[in-house]
């Protein structure tokens, strides 16, 4: 990305200040804590892009349902629409579903 947030200027200018004055300094005229400032000096490669928030979405979904039981749950639901949560569960667990029944509410 080309454009260059208000974060990632401040960011600059901190870690600048704190090469040239110290990082005790520079927490305190940026009024934030040292470990704030060690991060990103130790983030910062010498290019305004290090200076970016990253991304805080996960790498992966280990307790993610696998396709084959999200489409049993959406078949089951299908055939059972006014079941209550529990009653639908048993019937779940009956065809080999093994999850707790808080993994169904976000299919209810």
Known sequence: MASITQD???????IRFAEKYGVSKAAIKYKT??????????RYDGTIE???DRSRRPHHHPNQHTPE????????RRRNPH??????WVKLMQRGYKRSI???YSFS
């Open 50 to 52: 290090s200076l970016r």
């Open 69 to 76: 039981e999200i489409k049993l749950i959406q078949d089951m």
């Open 102 to 104: 808080p993994g169904l």
């Open 83 to 88: 079941s209550g949560l529990v009653v639908f």
């Open 8 to 14: 990632m200027r401040y960011r600059l200018s901190l």
């Open 33 to 42: 804590n040292r470990q704030y400032i060690y991060r990103w000096k130790r």
